[in-house]
């Protein structure tokens, strides 16, 4: 079944560039009918959707993040990857990656499966 | 689209039905899906299109409602099902927004 995993380094000084990359296993990533997902979630709180992206390249943010946020794919890798420039202690959180599924159903669209998630700190 | 849930904590045992409640801003109908999210793990789809249970889910999980009110009940508590559930919309176009978490505790 597809899984998919986070990667990236865990700290980030603030005011950087946060990077993280999410390689997708036992699938393609150009399947076609998936959009792929990057959501966050600080320490003991909710979950935040941060932007989405197709196989063609096309992608949706999050306006609260949107000036911050590039999301992109590598078709060649089965990967995509998160950029979010500009980071504070606010960016500190643990960073999930899903296959974004639902769209031929016509009911919608769900996160499943997610990854691990890892946890980005952002201190200088 | 806001997505408030209730209560946002919980207290029971195991064997007790519990309910949790989703409310939405607008009418989300029926893009409203739940997660369960066990401690230090990522979250896990439960039910999508407000009421249809993902493959492999236990069916003391049910979801039901419809607008702007939904509900996820636990038939029977069982030990496994302690954890935080969470609602998202995912109605019309992003962002797709979730509840704040509902965390249910062993009484």
């Known amino acids: 079944q597809v899984q998919l995993q986070e990667s990236g380094p865990g700290l980030v000084k603030p005011s950087q560039t946060l990077s993280l990359t999410c390689t997708v296993s036992?699938?393609?990533?150009?399947?076609?009918?998936?959009?792929w997902s990057w959501i966050r979630q600080p320490a003991g709180k909710g979950l935040e959707w941060i932007g989405r992206?197709?196989?063609?390249?096309?992608?949706n943010y999050n306006p609260s993040l949107r000036s911050r946020v590039t999301i992109s794919v590598d078709t060649s890798k089965n990967q995509f990857s998160l950029k979010l420039s500009s980071v504070t202690a606010a960016d500190t959180a643990v960073y999930y990656c899903?296959?974004?599924?639902?769209?031929?159903?016509?009911?919608?669209?769900?996160?499943?499966?997610w990854g691990q998630g890892t946890l980005v700190t952002v201190s200088s | 689209i806001q997505m408030t849930q209730s209560p946002s904590s919980l207290s029971a045992s195991v064997g007790d039905r519990v309910t949790i409640t989703c409310r939405a801003s607008?009418?989300?109908?029926?893009?409203l899906n739940w997660y369960q999210q066990e401690p230090g793990k990522a979250p896990k789809l439960l039910i999508y299109?407000?009421?249809t249970l993902q493959s492999g889910v236990p069916s003391r999980f049910s979801g039901s409602g419809s607008g702007t009110e939904f509900t996820l009940t636990i038939s029977s508590l069982q030990p496994e099902d302690f954890a935080t559930y969470y609602c998202?919309?995912?109605?019309?176009?992003?962002?797709?927004?979730f509840g704040q978490g509902t965390k249910v505790e062993i009484k």
């Open positions: 998202q919309q995912t109605y019309s176009t992003p962002p797709w927004t």
């Open positions: 036992g699938g393609s990533i150009t399947s076609g009918t998936y959009y």
């Open positions: 299109a407000a009421s």
């Open positions: 899903a296959r974004d599924d639902g769209y031929i159903s016509g009911v919608g669209n769900w996160f499943d499966p």
């Open positions: 992206i197709y196989d063609s390249g096309s992608t």
């Open positions: 607008q009418s989300v109908s029926p893009y």
